[in-house]
């Protein structure tokens, strides 16, 4: 009983699958012996024999899926790939949370990607990439890499959301929304840093690192506040509430870098996005960030949910410490939606 859905080789094909989620995706239900998956968040193995890894279909595949996260400033691939022949991919795995399996044949008229949910665990992803030969694959894959990353993103964003939702921080949960009058979700290890007038900061401390959630609201003028300027003005009026270790500092946005601005839709709701790098003004303390902003028609208000990362070690990524707080605008519900 293999839940699959096919991504034929058209653009329209791939822009429906990676908006939706893949909610053509029928999971398999879980029986009881199907065991959990295993793996590190975004790492993808990638079963492949020696010519299609060391040849040009392997070369498409790696530029894709290790292109650099963006605005994170030291070098993060999208994913970490693990390669493994089809003769050596064991029991053990073959229970990963994520799998490309590149399979090349003339039985397969043109190329095509494949997904299979909780095939061999749960929760699991597995992409075949299916083509009639090395060349038309490494093409397709070329050209539509956008919606095989995709596909990885959105099955550990919906990961990130059912760990919150396992673990929620519920005093907190419940701040934010008779606060603001919204459902998010916030989970357990996060902390209150500061509650004023129209504005929350919470944030998660580690030995060597921090996450900061940053909710702010100011009255709606008109179509005005959406620049990238005027984002950047309430941004800096707001986390200028935030301060660092030295007295006299705080927090501003560093503006040689960026930001840049994207707008997106979910579930009718229309936010934009900036994404960029915050410095401390008056300390050496700085990081990426990424913040969400739209319309709250019926209070004629302005929301923007901020979230920052600080991690000054190199060697510490950063990817997924900002993908796990990214990943919480998917989960945010106004009352009146």
Same mark, same amino acid.
């Given at each position: 009983?293999?839940?699959?859905?096919? &991504?034929?080789?058209?653009?329209?094909? +791939?822009?429906?699958?990676?908006?939706?989620?893949?909610?053509?995706?029928? =999971?398999?239900?879980?029986?009881?012996?199907?065991?959990?998956? /295993? +793996?590190?968040?975004?790492?993808?193995?990638?079963?492949?024999?020696?010519?299609?890894?060391?040849?040009?279909?392997?070369?498409?595949?790696?530029?894709?899926?290790?292109?650099?996260?963006?605005?994170?400033?030291?070098?993060?691939?999208?994913?970490?790939?693990?390669?493994?022949?089809?003769?050596?991919?064991?029991?053990?795995?073959?229970? /990963?949370?994520? @799998?490309?399996?590149? =399979?090349?044949? %003339?039985?397969? !008229?043109?190329?095509?990607?494949?997904?299979?949910?909780?095939?061999? !665990?749960?929760?699991?992803?597995?992409?075949?990439?299916?083509?009639?030969?090395?060349? !038309?694959? !490494?093409?397709?894959?070329?050209?539509?890499?956008?919606?095989?990353?995709?596909?990885?993103?959105?099955?550990?964003? =919906?990961?990130?959301?059912?760990?919150? /939702?396992?673990? %929620?921080?519920?005093?907190?949960? @419940?701040?934010?929304?008779?606060? &603001?009058?919204?459902?998010?979700?916030?989970?357990?290890?996060?902390?209150?840093?500061?509650?004023?007038?129209?504005?929350?900061?919470?944030?998660?401390?580690?030995?060597?690192?921090?996450?900061?959630?940053?909710?702010? @609201?100011?009255?709606?003028?008109?179509?005005?506040?959406?620049?990238?300027?005027?984002?950047?003005?309430?941004?800096?009026?707001?986390? +200028?509430?935030? %301060?660092?270790?030295?007295?006299?500092?705080?927090?501003?946005?560093? %503006? =040689?870098?960026?930001?840049?601005?994207?707008?997106?839709?979910i579930r009718g709701r229309q936010w934009i996005e900036m994404r960029g790098f915050w410095d401390v003004h008056g300390d050496f303390m700085g990081g990426p960030f990424v913040s969400y902003t739209t319309l709250d028609a019926p209070r004629n208000r302005i929301v923007t949910l901020d979230f920052y990362v600080y991690s000054p070690d190199p060697k510490k990524p950063k990817r997924n410490l900002l993908r796990q707080l990214?990943?919480?605008?998917?989960?945010?519900?106004?009352?009146?939606?």
């Amino acid at each position: 009983m293999r839940s699959r859905i096919i &991504f034929v080789a058209t653009l329209m094909v +791939g822009i429906a699958i990676a908006a939706s989620g893949c909610k053509g995706c029928r =999971d398999r239900d879980r029986p009881p012996t199907l065991p959990g998956s /295993h +793996g590190a968040a975004f790492d993808v193995i990638v079963v492949a024999n020696h010519s299609a890894w060391d040849g040009v279909l392997g070369d498409s595949v790696r530029s894709v899926m290790r292109a650099p996260v963006p605005m994170i400033n030291s070098y993060e691939p999208q994913f970490y790939l693990i390669r493994s022949t089809p003769q050596a991919h064991s029991v053990h795995l073959r229970r /990963h949370r994520n @799998t490309i399996v590149l =399979d090349i044949s %003339p039985e397969h !008229a043109e190329p095509r990607m494949v997904t299979e949910n909780n095939r061999f !665990a749960a929760p699991q992803i597995i992409v075949y990439v299916q083509g009639p030969n090395q060349a !038309a694959l !490494a093409r397709y894959v070329g050209e539509h890499g956008h919606y095989l990353r995709q596909i990885f993103a959105i099955a550990e964003r =919906d990961r990130f959301l059912a760990l919150a /939702h396992r673990s %929620p921080a519920v005093q907190l949960q @419940t701040l934010v929304q008779e606060k &603001f009058g919204f459902e998010m979700s916030i989970p357990q290890g996060f902390t209150l840093a500061n509650n004023l007038d129209n504005f929350l900061w919470l944030r998660q401390e580690y030995p060597q690192s921090s996450q900061g959630i940053v909710i702010y @609201t100011y009255p709606h003028s008109g179509p005005e506040d959406f620049t990238l300027e005027a984002l950047m003005a309430r941004r800096n009026g707001f986390v +200028g509430l935030i %301060p660092g270790e030295v007295a006299g500092s705080y927090m501003t946005t560093y %503006p =040689d870098l960026g930001p840049e601005i994207s707008s997106f839709g979910i579930r009718g709701r229309q936010w934009i996005e900036m994404r960029g790098f915050w410095d401390v003004h008056g300390d050496f303390m700085g990081g990426p960030f990424v913040s969400y902003t739209t319309l709250d028609a019926p209070r004629n208000r302005i929301v923007t949910l901020d979230f920052y990362v600080y991690s000054p070690d190199p060697k510490k990524p950063k990817r997924n410490l900002l993908r796990q707080l990214e990943s919480k605008v998917h989960g945010v519900r106004f009352i009146e939606d």
